[in-house]
């Protein structure tokens, strides 16, 4: 059974950093790009950003280039999400997504399996 469970959303004040973290098993980890994706209230879950297996490719959203990092550690199946100079924007729901689709990490409709997610709150 494939789980995902994300980890280290909260609330913080605009300009804060928070680091999410997302636990993976009973999948090949390395067979999988993993992204992270959101969902603000009223809106459609959105990509985030994305890792190829070897975390030497990664992706990001524009909205969050330059201030997000994805990394993901292969060993133990975790992937993180840094997030520095939060801003109001960016409050959501923060879920994980494993993609057997290497070719295109960001697009929702190539995520096999979905975390159940971690509410992100930046207060302005």
């Known amino acids: 059974q494939v789980q995902l469970v994300e980890s280290g959303g909260g609330l913080v004040q605009a300009g804060g950093s928070l680091r999410l973290s997302c636990a993976a098993s009973?999948?090949?980890?390395?067979?999988?790009?993993m992204g992270w994706f959101r969902q603000a209230p009223g809106n459609e879950r959105e990509f985030v950003a994305a890792?190829?297996?070897?975390?030497?490719?990664?992706y990001y959203a524009d909205s969050v280039k330059g201030r997000f990092t994805i990394s993901r550690d292969n060993a133990k199946n975790m992937v993180y999400l840094q997030m520095n100079s939060l801003k109001a924007e960016d409050t959501a729901v923060y879920y994980c997504?494993?993609?057997?689709?290497?070719?295109?990490?960001?697009?929702?409709?190539?995520?096999?399996?979905w975390g159940q997610g971690t509410q992100v709150t930046v207060s302005s």
């Open positions: 009973g999948l090949t980890f390395g067979a999988y790009a």
């Open positions: 890792s190829r297996w070897s975390g030497l490719s990664t």
């Open positions: 997504g494993a993609s057997a689709n290497m070719n295109d990490p960001t697009a929702l409709t190539n995520v096999r399996h």
